[in-house]
């Protein structure tokens, strides 16, 4: 029972010391993520339209 106090306590002392990032860079990181989404997504499309071009012209 001992170990099981010490562990929750120790949960406890560690979630005080989390560094929660603030709202304006939350907002920074999560546009940088949607951005980089649609970038790659746009990059991925572009490239299966090539491939599936020159699968035509080849086959």
Known sequence: MKKIKAFFKGIKQESKMVRWPS???MA???GVVLFLMVFFGVYFYGLD???T????LVG
């Open 23 to 25: 709202a304006k860079s």
């Open 28 to 30: 920074k990181y999560s």
């Open 49 to 51: 339209l090539v491939f």
């Open 53 to 56: 071009f020159v699968k035509g």
